[in-house]
C-alpha cells in the first residue's frame, strides 16, 4: 500500500476510474456517431420557410394559373369580337374564338403547372 502526501495509507485502485462496461462503451460509439450524422443532416437539410412565405408563394402562383386562363379566353373573346364586326358573321367567330382562347389558356396552365412540356422542350 502506499502512502498519499496527508500520510494516509491507499491501495492501488483508489484514484482509479472504474473499468466502463464494454457494452456502454459500445452504445456511447455509436451515440457519438448518430450525433455526428444527425449534425451533418441536419447541415445539409433546407433553411425553412416562414408560413407567410409558403402561403404568399401559393397566393402568387393562384394569380399566375388564373392569369392564364384568363388571359386566353380575354384574347380569345377580343379577336372573336373583332371578326365578328370584320366578316359580318356574328355571333360565330365570338363562340369559336372564346373556345379556342379557353383551350388557349388550360394549355398554358397546364404548362405552368408542368404536365404538358413547354414548346421546343422535346422531354427534357
Do not use: Q
Not at 37 to 59: D, F, G, I, M, N
Amino acid at each position: 500500500m502506499a502512502k498519499s502526501s496527508r500520510g494516509e495509507t491507499t491501495s492501488g485502485n483508489a484514484g482509479r476510474r472504474p473499468e466502463p462496461d464494454p457494452e456502454e462503451a459500445r452504445l456511447a460509439e455509436r451515440l457519438s456517431k448518430l450525433s455526428a450524422r444527425l449534425a451533418a443532416e441536419e447541415a445539409k437539410a433546407e433553411p425553412t420557410v416562414s408560413r407567410a412565405e409558403t402561403e404568399a408563394t401559393a397566393v402568387a402562383k393562384g394569380f399566375r394559373y388564373a392569369g392564364d386562363i384568363l388571359g386566353g379566353v380575354i384574347v380569345g373573346v377580343g379577336i372573336g369580337w373583332l371578326l365578328d364586326r370584320w366578316l359580318g358573321i356574328s355571333p360565330w367567330g365570338l363562340i369559336v374564338f372564346t373556345l379556342l382562347g379557353f383551350s388557349a389558356g388550360v394549355l398554358n396552365l397546364m404548362r405552368s403547372i408542368g404536365l404538358v412540356p413547354k414548346p421546343g422542350s422535346r422531354g427534357r
